[in-house]
């Protein structure tokens, strides 16, 4: 049976991704990552919940460096882009894009799965976010693979299973396979329930409307 890695930071895409891929790809470690976000104590304590409910392992990795070369909203003390902020999607993207940011997270994770030979490696990456980010493709996911042949003598394997799903597909899926959604933390500033108006919050509130799961609309917004 393989063993696997999950890049988790309890947002809606990698909870999914854990929700339906924990049993075939025996999801046995998750790693969150505390790059000095806004919302890093949030992302951990969730990750944290999720993990146990899960009963999997739990990783917290500290990069104060990218922190140091991160000027970017999701980390200064410029706010997250809101309201009609958001009608340019590749200047609201710029805005909170943190440096090779899932490049890095995957090399780690790949260290990992290089030194306790893990098969596997999970990303929540999805088509909805491809779409301005380019970290979020089919084709990032393919040059990663290309790289652990050469980088890695285990050679793990980049698996998205989001990839061709938007949000409103991920919630339908996790609605589907009994996902625990209460858990779900998307927002990008520091508090205690999802803002409900930056850029991740707006995308899981509609499509948690799409999908007609209004009680989750109550319990974290």
């Known amino acids: 049976m393989p063993k696997s890695i999950i890049l988790l930071s309890g947002g809606l895409d990698s909870l999914v991704s854990l929700g339906i891929s924990k049993e075939k790809y025996n999801i046995c470690l998750?790693?969150?990552?505390?790059?000095?976000?806004?919302?890093?104590?949030?992302?951990?304590?969730?990750?944290?919940?999720?993990?146990?409910?899960?009963?999997?392992?739990?990783?917290?990795?500290k990069l104060n460096w990218l922190q140091n070369i991160t000027h970017t909203a999701l980390v200064s003390d410029n706010n997250v882009p809101t309201g009609k902020e958001l009608d340019n999607p590749e200047q609201s993207a710029k805005s909170v894009w943190v440096p090779n940011r899932n490049g890095l997270f995957l090399n780690i994770a790949a260290s990992f799965a290089d030194g306790e030979?893990?098969?596997?490696?999970?990303?929540?990456?999805?088509?909805?976010?491809?779409?301005?980010?380019?970290?979020?493709?089919?084709?990032?996911?393919?040059?990663?693979?290309?790289l652990f042949e050469f980088s890695t003598r285990q050679h793990p394997k980049v698996y998205a299973p989001?990839?061709?799903?938007?949000?409103?597909?991920?919630?339908k899926l996790a609605l589907e396979?009994?996902?625990?959604?209460?858990?779900?933390?998307?927002?990008?500033?520091?508090?205690?329930?999802?803002?409900?108006?930056?850029?991740?919050?707006?995308r899981l509130k509609k499509a948690l409307q799409a999908n007609n799961a209004t009680e989750y609309i109550e319990k974290l917004f």
């Open 177 to 202: 396979k009994h996902v625990p959604l209460e858990f779900t933390r998307s927002c990008y500033n520091k508090s205690d329930k999802n803002c409900g108006e930056c850029e991740s919050c707006l």
């Open 30 to 61: 998750a790693l969150t990552f505390d790059y000095g976000q806004k919302s890093a104590y949030q992302e951990i304590n969730t990750s944290k919940q999720i993990c146990d409910y899960y009963n999997i392992e739990h990783k917290i990795i």
């Open 162 to 171: 989001l990839i061709n799903c938007n949000k409103n597909d991920i919630v």
């Open 117 to 146: 030979d893990y098969d596997f490696i999970i990303i929540g990456a999805n088509k909805e976010e491809g779409e301005t980010f380019p970290d979020n493709t089919v084709d990032f996911i393919n040059r990663a693979n290309d």
